[in-house]
């Protein structure tokens, strides 16, 4: 197959198309993050033959995508994620996410592509929610700018699905860890212990529970659910792990794979930053019922990661 | 009061104005519809003294807003409203309706306004949803670029709520009629009719239900509401009434009052055009519930409606 993944050079998006290029597929990739980081994330994928790669922006996807056929599918996982930043900078949500989503979207009408698969997250619906959280029955909930342009970005994929039949997988993803990570707590964990073996600082109280799974299962979430069910427009999965740790639980795991025992401070109070969501629950048995299986259990998920990150 | 109108030269805006001028406040309005119907939509309210306007586009709004102190409160009901047009240009209701609303409440939290009022829509929630609906427990689901662009309004006002500590009231209203209505199903009926009286095309098959109230009892509605209720940070509010009309009985009510007997012929189908929802009806208990009655039957309502028009 052809595919066009925006966002190719990001965490989930360099681990897919690793993934697609070793299943023999066509890859078109579009990132603009033009770090040397992002930049590595890509070289190190074997074989790298058959992707063609566009250090852009997705603005310019109609131009960059003039000299191609039009894909089978089309991944569009480019966004701002940096929940912070969307508390400084108002518009930086909006533009990336929104109106970056919108042109997308636009892209894929006048191709009359008939795919879409879309990265999207649990944080749409809030924290006052049942927990397990379903995917269905809740309100949008955002309580950040960066929740906010994402249920914004579902909201215009949901009647772009319907107004022009482009069957849509949303998948909310939970916490997403392993190889290529380059944000998030693992990944903050490792950089303060290599400053500090004997020390590390937990934002929050340590008591903040969410599932951590594995990119690599998230992959073959996202790759086979389009191919196992048969959606009629939009449907939304969400992904996760049954089983669920507490920030200090995995510091525990952090430190074991890593052989340290620090002591923890605790910066208080109950989540680690404006906009954090102190208990992540997700109800996956709509994606576990199309037959995807996790692979890796949430401690697994976590020392992986932590060797991977560690290389 | 001081009070902000966007939109104010509106069909909901104009008489919002011609309310909130009659009871004494003070009310700074911007519109950017030059047109002679919406300058004559404003030019009809007396005493107009106390009211300061500004033909401008909500994007100035730093700009309009910059030499005068903080209103109490802010109706954010400049929008682009025809569904129609949305089908055939796609980036209108996002900049008007998204990128609109996210100024505004930017302009908000820099003056650190603390209280909003917005026009939101039943479509947010598209048509597969039990009736009457309710305001909570269903998902957002857009049939078309408009509702999209309604639900990503929301979305970004329940975070600026959130965030920024503004009270926000989000109304979602059904069919509204009434004086100043310039497009909409009565409005229509009255133009075909004076073209010819003997008789009237019904888009779809006349049997689409919706409930219609009258412009006098939103008005009533969302200045009463935000006085009664005590809201944490946000919340939605139907405003319908408990009654539901086919669009031929309407058209019966509109001929009645004209004094016109029109043969009737149907284009057909289940709905009017695309994007049309053939069944509307909003459960209003949580409106009722705060001291707030309509006054107008959807008969009265209709039948004064055929007045003011063909005034």
Known sequence: MKILVTGCAGFIGSNLCEYLLSQGHHVIGIDKDTSKEAKRRLENIEPILNMIMYWEDIMDID???????????????????????????????????????????????KSKIKKLVYSSTSVVQGEDVPKPTPESGIDFNPGSLYAASKCAAECYIRAYAKLYDIKSWIFRFGNVIGKNEHRGVIFDFIHKLRKNPNQLE????????????HVSDVVSAITSIPNNTDIKKVDVFNLGLKEWKSVTELANYVCDELGLKPDYTYTGGDRGWAGDIPVVMLETDKALATGWKPKLSCEEAIRQTVRELNE
């Open 202 to 213: 937990i934002l929050g109280n340590g008591r903040q529970i969410k599932s951590y799974i």
């Open 63 to 109: 131009n960059i995508m003039s000299s191609h056929s039009k894909p089978d599918i089309v991944y569009h996982l480019a966004a701002a994620s940096d929940i912070m930043k969307s508390s400084t900078d108002m518009e930086w949500d909006m533009r990336e996410n929104v109106i970056g989503t919108h042109k997308v979207l636009e892209y894929i009408r």
